[in-house]
C-alpha cells in the first residue's frame, strides 16, 4: 500500500487523477477501521490532512460551504445556527474521539446508508462540491447517493466541501440506536421547515439501500400547510396530517433485516419519529418566528 | 528486556497504619489506569520478539481434508507455521475436562477454532501469511439447540467420551445433567391455590473485559520458557500448558502481566499455550495479542439458556413448590460447563424457601461457541427467570412483588433445595426492605425546573428519539443468591508467603501470591490485611508468579475470602515469629513479654493494655522472617447426581436490586433512570473497592438486560457480531444512578466475616431491569436482552 500525502489541494487532485484507485483518507475514522479489520487493502491511500483549506468553512453567503474535513465537534461549536440539523447529527456521531476527526465529507465518501449526516444533509439541502482536475461540478447531495456504499464521484474526483442551505426554519434530527449513545443507526430522520419556500424536506437514513428523502410525505404535507394557510397562520397541525405524515415517511423506507434491527421495526421507527420531529419543528416555527430548533 | 513484567505488583504501598482492612485504601493501579499509564499484557515487549497470529475457522462445523502451509511458509518474515501434525506433545486441553483440541484436529466444532500457528517478524506479515494458509474444509452439519443436539442421529460432536460425566447423562452431546429433587411437588402442586408458568431465555453474553487476550512467551537456556500473561489462575494454566509442551510444570514459569478485566473469560486458555509453543519452535520470544474482533473468538461466553419454570403458592403467599429445567447451551467445548450446571441447578429456587422441587439443569455440546465461566456463573440465567415467576406470582396472588418475596425470603437457618442448611446470615428481606424504602427519582425527571428537556435524562439519550412523548415509567425489583468459593467438593486453597524484614530501619512486609490481579483490588486487600495483622505501614506486593503455590482462580467471589484468607493466616504465623523473637531477645527485660496478649501496632509490639514493649525493627534486627501457607475454606461435598443433594456450597451471597427505567414505548428504547442495590458483604475490607464491585456487577447485569448479546446465525452457527460496533456494552450515558448499601453481617466462617462481593449484584441487576420495564408496557418479555422490537411487537 502506498500512502500519498499531497501538500495541497491541486497536489491531491493530480494524485487522485494519476492513481484513480487512490482512497482518501481524512480523520480515518472508517477508512482505518476498514483496513485494519482487513475489510479492504486500497493500493494507495491519499492523505489529505495536510489540506487546510478542507478543514475550514465559510457561511457568509446563502449557504454554508463546508470543508469536507472539518470534524464533527467544529459543526456542533461552531455552526449549530447555521446548520441545526447537521449539528443535531453531529452530536449522534460515535465518541467525542469520533467527533473530533469524523467529517461530513467523510461520511459522503462512504456513502454508508448509516451514516449521520445523510438525513440532515438531505432535509436541509446541500450540494456536494466535487472536484478533479477536469474541474468541479456540484451533485444535489440527493442524486448522491446511488448503491449501499456508492456515491456519484468520478474515479478521479475528491469532495471538496459540502454546500448546505443555511436554515430559514426549524430543523430537527432523531436516530434510533439500541444504546444511548455511541452507537449506528438503526435508522434515523431529518427535517427542516423551508418557510421561505414553504416547502419541508426530510431524509431518512438506515432504512433504505442510500439514505433517502421521503418526497411523497414532504408533498403531502406542503400540500396541507397550503390548504390550511398554517405557514401563515402558524395554526396547530392536526393529530391526522401528522399522522398521515408518518404513515407516508414509513413507506419511503425499504429496510432490511439485519443485525441491528428488522425491517418491520425500522418501518415503524421512521414513523415515529417523523411523527415526533414534525412536532418539534412545527411547534418551534409557531412559538418563536421558526427559528432555533435546538433540543435543550 | 525492560518493563516486561510491569504490573500493579512490585509497588510499595505506602499507607500509613490507616491502611488496614475496613478502610478506603486507593488501589496502586487506579491512577496509572486512569491516566493511560498502566502497562497491560498488550503492552508486552521483547527485543527480537517474534508476533503470533491464530489462524481460526470460518465454519462452525467441518472437515478438515487437507492444509497447505507451503505458500505461508515461504512469506518473507516468517518464522513458523504450525498446525496440529506439529504439536510435541498432549493435543487436548481443557479446565475440567479436556477435549479442546490445542489447534484443530481434522475437524472444526465452532465458529473461529483455532487452526494453525503463524509466527513472523512483524504482526502484518504473520497475519497475511496466515491468509495464505489454505485448508480445504468440507462443511458438515451443525447442531445449535437442544432439539438438533439430541435428535436421532444428530453429529456426535465428542465421540468415544471417558470424562466422568459421560456416564450419566442423557446423550453424549449433553456435556452434564444435575437433578435437584426433594419433598413431593406432586403433592405439592395438588394443594396450590395459585400455579404460574414461564419460559424464558437468556442471550449469550460477553464478558467484554477491555483488555484483549495477549501475552509473550520467552523461551529459556533451560529448555523451558517463561510466559508473561493476562489470566485469571496461573496454576491452572500453567496445569494445562505444561503437557501441551511436553515439560514438566517447573520448567514453565508464569508473570502476571497486566490484565484488563477478566470476568470469568479468562478461565480457559487462550492464546498461552499457542505462544509458548511458536517460542519453543522458533527459539524465539513471541508475542500474541489479540484484536477485538479475535478476542470475541478467543475466550468463552456466557452460556445462553432455556428454562421452563412452575411454581405453585398458597392464596396466603407462601411458596409450595418449584419445578424447572434448566438447558445451557455450552458450544463446542466443555470449558466448565458442568459447574455451571451445578450451580444453575443448586441455586435455581433463588433465594427463597420452597420444600418441594424438582430440578433438572444440563449443558449441551453444540457448534455454537464454547461457553464457560462468566460473573454470576449459572446462578445469573437461573435468577432472571425465578425472579419472572416471583413477580408473576404477587400479581395472580394481588401482593406486591416485594411482599410476596418478604413472605418467602430465606434467612439464616433456611435449607436449601439441596439439603444444605444456611448457616450465616441472609439478610434476604432486609436487602428488599432496603431498596424498596429508598425515595423514587421525581417523575419527568428529564424536565428541569424552567421546563427545558434533557435528552439524555431520556430514552434514546443524545440521539434525540422523545422528548417526553409516549414515556412511560416502571418500577421493578429483584433478589438473587450466588455461592462464594469453588463448590461440590473441590479442594478450593490459596497460598500466600510473607516476609517481614527491617528495612532503613522500619519494618516493611512483602506479599507474595499467585493470586492474579484482575482489577478486582485484590493487590490493595492484600497490603490491606498485612497492615492490620502485622502493624506494619509499607507493604510490598510482589509479583504473581508461579514461584509460589497456587492463589486458585479470580472468579466464583472468592479471592478475598480464600487467598485473603491465606495472606491473613500467614501474617499470623509471622506474628507468632517474631514475638518468638522479640521474647527471646527482649523478654527478659519485660514480665509482659510472657505473661500479656501481644500485638503488633504501629511498627510495634504492644500489649493488650497498649503498653510498648519495643520497636518492629529493633525486634527483627538483620532476621528476615518468611513463611508460606496454604489456606483452605471449610469443605464442601459434591451433589448427589440422581438427587441434587449435598452441601456443595461454601457460603451464599445475597444483593437486591430496586430498578426505574423510562421506557419509549412506541420505539421500544429503554432509559433506566436508577438501578438501586443492597448488598450483605460480611465486612467492608475495602468499602470503596466494595461500592465500585457493586456497581460494576449492577451495570454488567444492566448490559445484559438491554443490550448486550452475541448474536450467533441459527442456521449457519457463525458469529454475527464480532465487535464493539454491534456487540454493545453500556456507556456512561447508559450508565444509571446507582445508589449502593452496603450491609455488613458477619459470617463467622469466614475471614474477619468477610463475604464474596462481585458476582452477587450482576444477578438481580437484569431481573429488576426487566420488571420495570414489564411494568411500564404491560408485555410478558420472556427474553433478554430486551430489544426494541420486542417491545414495540415488530
Known amino acids: 500500500m502506498d ?47 495536510r489540506i487546510g483549506e478542507l478543514h475550514t ?20 461549536d461552531h455552526l449549530a445556527d447555521e446548520l441545526p440539523g447537521l449539528a443535531l447529527a453531529a452530536r449522534t456521531v460515535g465518541s467525542p474521539q469520533i467527533r473530533n476527526r469524523g467529517s461530513v465529507g467523510g461520511n459522503l465518501g462512504a456513502a454508508s446508508p448509516a451514516g449521520d449526516s445523510h438525513p440532515a444533509l438531505l432535509a436541509a439541502g446541500a450540494e456536494v462540491e466535487a472536484e478533479s482536475v477536469r474541474g468541479t461540478r456540484l451533485i444535489p447531495v440527493e442524486e448522491f447517493y446511488t448503491g449501499v456504499k456508492r456515491n456519484a464521484l468520478a474515479p478521479d474526483e475528491l469532495i471538496r466541501a459540502v454546500r448546505i442551505r443555511k436554515a430559514t426554519g426549524p430543523q430537527q434530527f432523531s436516530k434510533v440506536g439500541t444504546r444511548n449513545a455511541m452507537v449506528i443507526a438503526v435508522c434515523a430522520f431529518g427535517i427542516a421547515l423551508h418557510p421561505g419556500s414553504r416547502t419541508v424536506r426530510t431524509g431518512i437514513g438506515s432504512a433504505a439501500p442510500t439514505p433517502v428523502r421521503a418526497r411523497a410525505a414532504e408533498e403531502f404535507l406542503a400540500a396541507a400547510l397550503d390548504d390550511g394557510r398554517l405557514w401563515d397562520t402558524r395554526g396547530p397541525l392536526g393529530p391526522a396530517v401528522a399522522g398521515e405524515f408518518a404513515e407516508l415517511a414509513s413507506g419511503a423506507c425499504n429496510p432490511i433485516d439485519d443485525v441491528r434491527g428488522s425491517a418491520a421495526y425500522r418501518r415503524r421507527a421512521v414513523g415515529v419519529m417523523a411523527r415526533r420531529t414534525l412536532g418539534w419543528v412545527w411547534g418551534a416555527y409557531r412559538g418563536n418566528e421558526g427559528r432555533g430548533a435546538a433540543c435543550a | 528486556m525492560s518493563d516486561v513484567t510491569r504490573t500493579p505488583t512490585g509497588l510499595t504501598q505506602h499507607s500509613g497504619t490507616q491502611g488496614g482492612i475496613g478502610a478506603s485504601t486507593l488501589r496502586p493501579d487506579g491512577t496509572l489506569k486512569v491516566t493511560g499509564e498502566f502497562a497491560y499484557a498488550s503492552d508486552l515487549w521483547h527485543e527480537d520478539m517474534l508476533w503470533g497470529f491464530t489462524l481460526r475457522s470460518p465454519h462452525a462445523h467441518a472437515r478438515i481434508r487437507s492444509v497447505d502451509v507451503s505458500a505461508a511458509l515461504a512469506t518473507g518474515g516468517v518464522h513458523a507455521v504450525m498446525t496440529h501434525d506439529d504439536l510435541p506433545a498432549a493435543t487436548r486441553y481443557g479446565l475440567e475436562i479436556q477435549d479442546t483440541p490445542v489447534l484443530a484436529d481434522g475437524v472444526v466444532r465452532h465458529h473461529g477454532e483455532p487452526v494453525a500457528l503463524v509466527a513472523a517478524d512483524h504482526p502484518e506479515t504473520a497475519r497475511r501469511a496466515a491468509a495464505k494458509i489454505v485448508v480445504d474444509y468440507e462443511q458438515l452439519p451443525v447442531v445449535t439447540d437442544e432439539r438438533t443436539a439430541t435428535a436421532d442421529g444428530a453429529p456426535v460432536l465428542h465421540p468415544d467420551r471417558t470424562d466422568p460425566h459421560a456416564a450419566h447423562v442423557p446423550h453424549p452431546n449433553v456435556v452434564h445433567r444435575q437433578p435437584v ?24 453474553q460477553d464478558q467484554a473485559f477491555l483488555g484483549p487476550e495477549s501475552g509473550l512467551a520467552v523461551p529459556a537456556e533451560d529448555g523451558g520458557v517463561d510466559l508473561y500473561i493476562a489470566t485469571q489462575w496461573l496454576h491452572a494454566d500453567l496445569r494445562q500448558i505444561a503437557p501441551v509442551l511436553g515439560l514438566p510444570e517447573d520448567k514453565v514459569r508464569m508473570t502476571l ?22 517460542a519453543l519452535r522458533t527459539r524465539r520470544p513471541v508475542k500474541i495479542v489479540y484484536n477485538r474482533f479475535e478476542s470475541f473468538f478467543g475466550h468463552v461466553h456466557r452460556h445462553p439458556a432455556k428454562l421452563r419454570y412452575e411454581h405453585g403458592a398458597t392464596r396466603d403467599g407462601k411458596l409450595l413448590f418449584m419445578a424447572c429445567r434448566i438447558v445451557l447451551d455450552g458450544g463446542a467445548y466443555a470449558s466448565s460447563s458442568p459447574a455451571v450446571v451445578g450451580n444453575a441447578a443448586s441455586l435455581s429456587a433463588g433465594p427463597y424457601v420452597v420444600d418441594n422441587v424438582d430440578v433438572e439443569a444440563l449443558a449441551l455440546y453444540t457448534n455454537n461457541p464454547p461457553c464457560g465461566a462468566m460473573r454470576g ?22 401482593l406486591h412483588p416485594v411482599e410476596f418475596r418478604r413472605r418467602n425470603a430465606m434467612a439464616q437457618g433456611s435449607v436449601m433445595p439441596t439439603g444444605q442448611v444456611v448457616d450465616s446470615p441472609a439478610p434476604v428481606a432486609e436487602l428488599l426492605r ?11 425527571q428529564w424536565e428541569s425546573a424552567g421546563g427545558a428537556t434533557d435528552v439524555r435524562a431520556l ?30 467438593g473441590f479442594d478450593d486453597y490459596s497460598t500466600a508467603r510473607i516476609r517481614l524484614e527491617a528495612v532503613a530501619g522500619e519494618p516493611v512486609a512483602t506479599v507474595h501470591t499467585a493470586m492474579a490481579e484482575v482489577g478486582q483490588g485484590g493487590v490493595t486487600v492484600h497490603a490491606q490485611i498485612a497492615r492490620t495483622e502485622l502493624g506494619v505501614a509499607r507493604v510490598t506486593i510482589a509479583p504473581a508468579d508461579t514461584r509460589v503455590g ?24 509471622v506474628r507468632e515469629r517474631v514475638l518468638e523473637l522479640g521474647r527471646a531477645r527482649f523478654g527478659t527485660y519485660h514480665p509482659a513479654w510472657a505473661s500479656a496478649e501481644l500485638l503488633l501496632e504501629d511498627g510495634k509490639v504492644v500489649t493488650d493494655g497498649g503498653e510498648v514493649l519495643a520497636a518492629l525493627a529493633d525486634v527483627l534486627g538483620e532476621e528476615s522472617i518468611e513463611v508460606e501457607r496454604e489456606w483452605r475454606h471449610r469443605p464442601t461435598e459434591p451433589f448427589d447426581l440422581r438427587t441434587g443433594q449435598g452441601s456443595g456450597h461454601v457460603q451464599y451471597s445475597f444483593a437486591a436490586h430496586r430498578a426505574v427505567v423510562e421506557v419509549d414505548t412506541e420505539l421500544g428504547l429503554v432509559k433506566v433512570v436508577e438501578l438501586a442495590c443492597a448488598q450483605d458483604v460480611g465486612k467492608a475490607l475495602n468499602p470503596l473497592s466494595v461500592t465500585g464491585q457493586i456497581q460494576g456487577g449492577t451495570l454488567q447485569g444492566l448490559g445484559l438486560a438491554v443490550m448486550e448479546e452475541i448474536v450467533v446465525d441459527p442456521v449457519t452457527a457463525r458469529v454475527r457480531n464480532p465487535s464493539f460496533t454491534d456487540y454493545l456494552i453500556p456507556t456512561i450515558l447508559d450508565t444509571p444512578t446507582l445508589p449502593v448499601d452496603v450491609l455488613e453481617l458477619a459470617d463467622g466462617h469466614a475471614p474477619y466475616g468477610l463475604r464474596g462481593v462481585g458476582e452477587a449484584p450482576t444477578l438481580s441487576s437484569t431481573p429488576a431491569v426487566v420488571a420495570a420495564v414489564r411494568q411500564a408496557t404491560g408485555l410478558a418479555l420472556q427474553r433478554v436482552p430486551l430489544r426494541p422490537e420486542h417491545l414495540t411487537g415488530t
Request: charged share 20%; proline share 5%; with cysteine.
Open chain 2, 459 to 488: 430514552p434514546g439519550g443524545l440521539s434525540n428519539t422523545t422528548h417526553g412523548e409516549g414515556v412511560v415509567r416502571g418500577v421493578g425489583y429483584a433478589v438473587g443468591i450466588k455461592n462464594v468459593g469453588f463448590s461440590e
Open chain 1, 3 to 49: 500512502f500519498l500525502r499531497p501538500a495541497s489541494w491541486a497536489e491531491a487532485l493530480a494524485a487522485k487523477a494519476e492513481h484513480p484507485s487512490a482512497v482518501p483518507l481524512a480523520g480515518g475514522t472508517d477508512v482505518m477501521v476498514e483496513i485494519n479489520f482487513d475489510h479492504r487493502r486500497p493500493e494507495y491511500l491519499l492523505d489529505l490532512q
Open chain 2, 550 to 573: 497456587s492463589a486458585g482462580s479470580t472468579s466464583a467471589s472468592r479471592q478475598t475470602y480464600v487467598t485473603g484468607g491465606a495472606v491473613k493466616h500467614a501474617c499470623e504465623a
Open chain 2, 257 to 278: 502481566s497486566g490484565v484488563g478485566g477478566a470476568f470469568g473469560g479468562r478461565e480457559d486458555l487462550s492464546m498461552q499455550a499457542h505462544a509458548c509453543l511458536l
Open chain 2, 434 to 444: 432496603r431498596v424498596q424504602a429508598l425515595p423514587l427519582p421525581p417523575q419527568r
Open chain 2, 181 to 204: 429433587v426433594r419433598g413431593d411437588v406432586a403433592a405439592a402442586r395438588a394443594r396450590a391455590d395459585v400455579i404460574v408458568t414461564g419460559e424464558y431465555e437468556v442471550g449469550m
Open chain 1, 57 to 76: 468553512w465559510d457561511a457568509d453567503g446563502p449557504d454554508v460551504r463546508l470543508g469536507a474535513a472539518v470534524p464533527y465537534t467544529r459543526i456542533i
Open chain 2, 377 to 398: 456463573f449459572g446462578a445469573v440465567q437461573a435468577c432472571f427467570a425465578y425472579e419472572a415467576q416471583m413477580d408473576k406470582l404477587a400479581a395472580a396472588l394481588g
